[in-house]
């Protein structure tokens, strides 16, 4: 059962324009949320997180927004770029004692941002 | 710059060979790295986490003989893909954090892994 979902496959979005990248979760253990960007045969590089005692984080053109009675995130970039284009993970974090904690991911939503 | 280094990026192979793939830490020591897998178009599946000095941890459904760890030094991780068949062609891709911490884990670009 996936624990964190993105529900939409792809996205494509006019530059300039606000990408709105949605994600869910189910488990309500989770207390920290990232955002990751992927390009095709690289790893995933940090975008932006939030910890689920905000309701909002924002940074550049980059805003995550975190509705915890829904249990659900989002990214929203604005204004989108070209080179925003790639694939983009939502992952979570549980609590748990001891050494660094794992990553949940989403199956990922590719952004396409049309010139 | 990157922080995590993973290498090769690519391996082509015949089927019955094992594969090592390395994960370095460049300029902080990982006490945790973990491994993941990914299929086309799915998410990153977590396969193991590793800590420096001591057995991996193997999430469910992963073959700790198929996949070997070794974790021997704060900078590096090991994974061995034994006797590789088809089917274990994916792309692998390794990640290392510091205990304890929120902070965003640094991955490595993985490696793409083709059994023929």
């Known amino acids: 059962d996936q624990q964190v979902k993105q529900n939409s496959p792809s996205l494509s979005v006019q530059e300039g324009r606000i990408s709105i990248l949605n994600c869910d979760y189910t488990n309500s253990m989770f207390d920290y949320f990232l955002w990751y960007k992927k390009y095709p045969a690289e790893g995933p590089t940090f975008l932006i997180s939030?910890?689920?005692?905000?309701d909002k984080n924002e940074d550049g053109r980059f805003t995550v927004f975190l509705n915890k009675s829904a249990k659900h995130l989002s990214l929203h970039i604005v204004p989108s770029q070209p080179g925003d284009s790639a694939v983009y993970f939502c992952?979570?974090?549980?609590?748990?004692?001891?050494?660094?904690?794992?990553?949940?991911f989403g199956s990922g939503t590719q952004l396409t941002v049309l010139p | 710059g990157a922080v995590v280094s993973q290498h090769p990026s690519w391996v082509i192979c015949k089927s019955g060979t094992s594969v090592k793939i390395e994960c370095r830490s460049l300029d902080f020591q990982a006490t945790t790295m973990f491994w993941y897998r990914q299929f086309p178009k799915q998410s990153l599946m977590l396969m193991a986490t590793?800590?420096?000095?001591?057995?991996?941890?193997?999430e469910q459904g992963v073959e700790k003989d198929k996949f070997l760890i070794n974790h021997a030094s704060l900078t590096l991780s090991t994974l061995t893909v034994t006797s590789a068949h088809p089917e274990d062609s994916s792309f692998y891709i390794c990640?290392?954090?510091?205990?304890?911490?929120?902070?965003?884990?640094?991955f490595g670009d993985g490696t793409r892994l083709s059994i023929l």
């Open positions: 939030i910890s689920s005692i905000k």
């Open positions: 590793s800590n420096e000095g001591s057995k991996a941890t193997y």
């Open positions: 992952a979570a974090i549980e609590p748990r004692s001891g050494s660094a904690r794992q990553l949940t």
């Open positions: 990640s290392a954090t510091s205990p304890g911490s929120n902070q965003p884990q640094h």
